[in-house]
């Protein structure tokens, strides 16, 4: 805050001004219909509609919190990867929600809202929920996440993970505990008199770095010593991938906040692995640094810097891992056989996004084994194929024995 | 209402029950229920004309807090190989007794019972319950295959019906094992019903 502040004394004038007599206007907007706060968007209260997401706001002891929570859209990857160091894209708000003292809230898109402009063709989009408290409102949290719009049947819609499938069981509500432990002072810097409306507009999201060939782990395969092993990754693999957000986007100052989901727009032919191979798979994604802006009551302010995927750059990369997962449920393979498995949810690498070197952390990587992501297994003499904790068909880590 | 036509009306009635009956239970099997694979699987491999073979798979745990009762198991469906018959049997804590697949049926030392009746227990809970198929593919076919499994089962006093992404394909020894050539997963993805050709 306080570099911010030093460089722009006075915008930050105006912004502690602003926030000084928005205690008054939350007040009353708490009591009643906020008519401030992004007066075009309908609150989700008012919205019939599938739930985009639900959750809580808590503090560190994680009481409730009252506050007001915003969704932001974010553009397709075809935009996000189009921009420039320098450029801007915009964000969209489509839901808003008040939380009560208990720190309860569900979002519903507004019917209104131009989400389609910013889906993917599958129907994903990425948000950004900010949560938005203290006694003027002048702190807040974020957490990135994606979801898909599905179509279930004419009158009836949802979000879901973008991942899901029928096979996966009924789609559950994306729930979040969003806490105020990780919470920026917002307005920063001050306001920008250029900023235009966010009822309009949305507001704008700076370029401030592009990370090409960023290392992403994709999978893993430990065939064993009766067994070789194939693994594909091909076109509309589905990939969650960690963001990372900070207050002031230096080096070091990132923490994982959220994921953001990718599709692979390449096929990626990995070279097959012999017996006793132990091997993670790897491809690359592009990642830009944002300096994002929120609608705030008195316009767009600077918030937060995150660090989101924006391109898969399908590079084919990959090491030996020094040893394999435990893996003792084992069924047996009583003769040379290819046993392949796909269309599981994959394990999360929780340090699967190599951006240590650009932001000082690495993020989580999710690789949704879809139907045309698959590890076949072949036997070559009798062997074993081992499940961590459950039997193989319904495994999400496997070893051959 | 005389002796006779109550005689002749009270049969008559009740089998009209049961078959109502047998038809309502057949059409109140639910598509939404508990037990789901978070894979799609397929097993491959080779073996000479007229082998009997047994393919086992391991069902997914039960997420519920109460039993369910499988009331049936069969091939969503067949072609080119004859199903001798299906059993289920329990699997230890590090899969004792799983076998996906081996020679004969139902395997060797692997005890077994008929899947109706069984019980895959609430949460979780051990033993792990595995479908074992006893299969033979004939000399007229150089290839043989199963895709999908259909279970019928009742959980918390529904009926449901799953077809599990899970298919088997058996060919003559030579032939190329061609992994996702034809597997349920791409002809579900093509927008088929396996149980059309239900064979």
Redesign the interface.
Known sequence: MTTSVRRFPAAALVAFLAISVAPLTMNAADTSAPSTWLPGLRASEAVSGPDLIGGRLVDRVGRGVPGRLLVLAWPTSEVLSGAHVGGNVKTIPVAKATAGRDGHFTLRVDPRAPIGEFMERDGTVNFTLVGQFGTARDRGTSFAFPRRFERHSQAESRWVDPGWSPMSGPPGRLEVTLSTVRAFEAPRRGLSPQVPSPDDFGCPNFVRATYDQVVTVVGETYPGPNATVKFTYQKSSESTLGVGASATGSYGSFSASGTSSRTSTAMVDYPGKGVKSKFIYESTYQYKKFEVWVPWDFGCMPFDYEARPTAYQGAVLGYNACCAPVADTCSVVAFPSTLTKDSASAITFSNGVKLTGPIGIDLSAKTGFTTTTKAAYTFIRPGRLCGEGVAWPDAYRVVGK | MSRRSLAVGLPLLALAGIVAGALTAAGARRS?G?L????????????ADDTVVSW???L??NPTMGDIRIDSIEPATIDGLEVLGIRVNQ?G???EG??????GFPPFQVGTRPPDGSILRAAGEPP?L?VLLGVRRPRASSVGWIGGLRIRYEAGGAGYEVVL??SLRILRPGGA?L??SR?L??H??AGGDPSRRQG
């Open positions: 939404d508990p789901r694979s978070s894979s799609t699987n397929s097993v491959e491999f080779a073996v086992g798979m391991v997914p745990r699997v804590p590090n899969g799983s076998v996906t697949n081996a020679l792990d595995q992404p899970w094992l992994t996702g597997n997963s791409s579900l993805q």
